[in-house]
Antibody, heavy 122, light 110 residues
Framework: QVQLQQWGARLLKPSETLSLTCGVN????????WSWIRQPPGKGLEWIGE???????NYNPSLKSRVTISIHTSKNQFSLKLTSVTAADTAVYYC????????????????WGQGTLVPVSS | QSVLTQPPSASGTPGQRVTISCSGS????????IYWYQQLPGTAPKLLIY???QRPSGVPDRFSGSKSGTSASLAISGLRSEDEADYYC???????????FGGGTKLTVL
């Protein structure tokens, strides 16, 4: 059974950098897209970006200038960094496994982390 | 403003069939697969439908997905109280070179 366990900084101040890591237990680490998705309180889902084991990345154009997703295959972990946060970045952040065909078009999220609420407040 | 448009709410009575729509464009729904996720309160989303009309193992056949042109639909038949949740559609968008979600539909079972 695949499990995603995420951890990282919680309360942030504006202009700080958000850092989260997601550890993957069970199943292969290769052959998937490892993704980050967020959900502001009371709002819908927003895709942040993803990386595969070859370190190929795709990012949400609206966040691309502030986002870095990296992968640590030896540890079965991947990480998210979001710079210069503001109150608008307050959200529950989820890591997820993207599964499907080799093309990003055919990817669905079949396993999710538990979610981490990251408030941004001065 | 989400790239994919869903009605904010839907409702039905137990046993009824309800449909949730998802409207997009030629760069997303028109040419790519649709995915549907169910999110119960306080939990992570769960995959409900993949590749437009495929159900993962464990998802009841009461749930079905379809697509026509630049719109997609999720149908839930034999509505049950435990179906009360938020539902999101998703797709890859070729113009954005990224994934997009609908704004979500809150389903209430009356």
């Amino acid at each position: 059974q695949v499990q995603l366990q995420q951890w990282g900084a919680r309360l942030l101040k504006p202009s700080e950098t958000l850092s989260l890591t997601c550890g993957v237990n069970g199943g292969s680490f290769n052959g998937y897209y490892w993704s980050w998705i967020r959900q502001p309180p009371g709002k819908g889902l927003e895709w942040i970006g993803e990386i595969n084991h070859s370190r190929s990345t795709n990012y949400n154009p609206s966040l691309k200038s502030r986002v870095t997703i990296s992968i640590h295959t030896s540890k079965n972990q991947f990480s998210l960094k979001l710079t210069s946060v503001t109150a608008a970045d307050t959200a529950v952040y989820y890591c997820a496994r993207g599964n499907g065909s080799g093309s990003p078009r055919g990817i669905h999220f079949d396993y999710w982390g538990q979610g981490t609420l990251v408030p941004v407040s001065s | 403003q989400s790239v994919l448009t869903q009605p904010p709410s839907a409702s039905g009575t137990p046993g009824q069939r309800v449909t949730i729509s998802c409207s997009g464009s030629s760069s997303n729904i028109g040419i790519n697969y649709i995915y549907w996720y169910q999110q119960l309160p306080g939990t992570a989303p769960k995959l409900l439908i993949y590749r437009t009309n495929q159900r993962p193992s464990g998802v009841p056949d009461r749930f079905s997905g379809s697509k026509s042109g630049t719109s997609a639909s999720l149908a839930i038949s034999g509505l049950r109280s435990e179906d009360e949740a938020d539902y999101y559609c998703a797709a890859w968008d070729d113009s954005l070179s990224g994934r997009v979600f609908g704004g979500g539909t809150k389903l209430t079972v009356l």
